[in-house]
């Protein structure tokens, strides 16, 4: 089977939150792919709940791209523990942790429900699994902890 650079990354080391280049991948013309690791609340520790996760996951698809350039996809890991961010071109951690941490602070301080988008039948895949106030208490928690611009030595962000 093919090697993947997360599961080659010792979770045990990580300390969260923080924000990690996975990879840059160039393409056959020099278009280049970068794949962030927006590592929220800390591996095997802790989770964040599926309706708050979702209802982050449908935020920060419109918060990043408000705050950053390039952004391509912004999805949840599996084990709901962070999310992964692709975007054109390369840029650096500390502009992807403005971006998220401004991005938290919205959701905490400033978004109500009618903000949320995609909360309909017609327009989410299990519209009833969202949670606002589950994501309002997790961005305030991750936003108390400050997120890092590197995965093992904390370096959080002003
Ligand atoms: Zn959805």
């Given at each position: ?32 792919i970068s ?30 791209r408000?705050?950053m350039d390039g952004v391509i ?14 975007t054109w071109g390369e840029h ?67």
């Open positions: 089977m093919a090697k993947v650079e997360s599961f080659e990354l010792d979770h045990t080391k990580v300390l969260a939150p923080y924000v990690r280049l996975i990879t840059v991948e160039e393409g056959p013309k020099g278009d280049k794949n962030f690791d927006l590592r929220l609340v800390q591996p095997n520790q802790d989770a964040i709940p599926t309706g708050g996760l979702h209802t982050i996951e449908h935020l920060l698809a419109s918060l990043l408000d705050r996809d912004c999805s949840p890991f599996g084990c709901r523990t962070g999310f992964h961010l692709i650096s951690t500390t502009e992807v942790a403005k971006a998220l941490k401004g991005s938290l602070e919205a959701i905490a301080n400033d978004i109500t429900w009618a903000d949320v988008p995609g909360t309909t039948i017609e327009s989410c895949g299990n519209y009833k699994d969202h949670s606002l106030f589950s994501a309002k208490e997790w961005s305030k928690l991750i936003l108390s902890q400050g997120i890092s611009v590197d995965p093992f030595d904390r370096s959080v962000l002003a």
